[in-house]
Each structure stands twice: as C-alpha cells, then as structure tokens.
T-cell receptor, first 110, second 111 residues
Framework: GQQVMQIPQYQHVQEGEDFTTYCNSS?????IQWYKQRPGGHPVFLIQ?????EVKKQKRLTFQFGEAKKNSSLHITATQTTDVGTYFC??????????FGTGTRLTIIP | DVKVTQSSRYLVKRTGEKVFLECVQD?????MFWYRQDPGLGLRLIYF???????EKGDIPEGYSVSREKKERFSLILESASTNQTSMYLC??????????FGNGTRLTVT
C-alpha cells in the first residue's frame, strides 16, 4: 500500500546543534504537510509543500519537497529547547486520505 | 479558531464492552478523520469521512466502525473492545485536501 517512511525515529541533540528529519514515499505525493506534536499535546500543522523542488522557510525551520515529489525534509538550525517534540510528515496520494509518517522524536540536551 | 472537541480525555473500559468515542468540530469542515497513535508507529488512519453518511476505511479499520449522521460529528465505535485497542485516539477535521485540525485526543485503556 501507500506508505510514508520517516527517519530517524529518535534524535537527541545538544542545544544549538542542527537537526534534520527525512520523509520518503513509495509513490508520488500530491502534496506534503509537516506537523509538530509537543509532549502531551496533539499534532499541530506547520507547513504544506505542493510544488516539485519547493523550499519554504519559517524562521529557523527549512522545509524541502523533492523534485520527484517522493521525499521531503525538515531542517532546524540551532535548535532550542522549544523545538522539543515529535515531527511528522504527512502526504496526500491523490485521494482524501492523509497518510502520516512514523515521526521523529526530537529531544534537546541543554 | 477551529475547535475539534473529543468527548473524553481518558477512558477505561473492559474487554468486550462496546465503546463510543465522540468528536465534534465547529468549522463546517467536510472531512473528518480518526487516527490511533502508538509509540513507534506514528499516526495510523482508522476511518475517514468526506461527507455526511459517507465513510471510507483507512489503513487499520478492523475492529472499528464509524458514524457520521451530522456534518459536525464523527463517532468511532469499538464493537467489542480488546486489549490491543488500548491506544491514544485522535480525531481531526479539515476542508477538502487541506490541513488537519486535531482534537486533544482520548487515551483509551482496555483491561
């Protein structure tokens, strides 16, 4: 079936270091979304990418969508303690079903 | 602001019980979703609905059913709860092909 794989599953970084999570799909995605879930909270939408090769930035966060629309990445520059949480990618495969990746849990060592 | 409300934050049920999880959204969204979240497995889609009385199976529908009689309400039903259905259940709503707005989740324990 249509799957979205995400790596790594866990990432521990020192505060101030960079962080990247990667998302890969077996088939072409219509678009990709990224969500953040704080500990004890629910997923909250961050951004949506639609075009092949698209790059978007939100302050220290950079999101990329691959040329083939099968992969995506989220990069955080100079992590802060407020970045702690689990980051999910999610994609539409052409129908109304949004499929989530397995998530990357980020912990920050102060 | 969109509000998605799940009726219970925590629920404890016994094996074999029929369980209803309720979800209400206040933004007239067409689509509603039920996911379950388990450590290491991410969010897995159980069922979704794109209109009143319309439903489609997600990736793990076995052991679950849903009901959408009104646009704002989407119910998840566990016909006969089992211990492997112990999980966090998340409801979400959205416009067509748009971003999802999640409720706070229901942590269900089946003993």
């Amino acid at each position: 079936g249509q799957q979205v794989m995400q790596i790594p599953q866990y990432q521990h970084v020192q505060e101030g270091e960079d962080f990247t999570t990667y998302c890969n799909s077996s088939t072409t995605l219509s678009n990709i979304q990224w969500y953040k879930q704080r500990p004890g909270g629910h997923p909250v939408f961050l951004i949506q990418l639609v075009k092949s090769g698209e790059v978007k930035k939100q302050k220290r966060l950079t999101f990329q969508f691959g040329e083939a629309k099968k992969n995506s990445s989220l990069h955080i520059t100079a992590t802060q303690t407020t970045d702690v949480g689990t980051y999910f990618c999610a994609g539409y495969f052409g129908n109304e079903k949004l499929t989530f990746g397995t998530g990357t849990r980020l912990t920050i060592i102060p | 602001d969109v509000k998605v409300t799940q009726s219970s934050r925590y629920l404890v049920k016994r094996t074999g019980e029929k369980v209803f999880l309720e979800c209400v959204q206040d933004m007239d969204h067409e689509n509603m979703f039920w996911y379950r979240q388990d450590p290491g497995l991410g969010l897995r889609l159980i069922y979704f609905s794109y209109d009143v009385k319309m439903k489609e199976k997600g990736d793990i529908p076995e052991g679950y059913s849903v009901s959408r009689e009104k646009k704002e309400r989407f119910s998840l039903i566990l016909e006969s709860a089992s211990t492997n259905q112990t999980s966090m259940y998340l409801c979400a709503s959205s416009l067509v092909r748009a971003t999802l707005h999640f409720g706070n989740g229901t942590r269900l324990t089946v003993t």
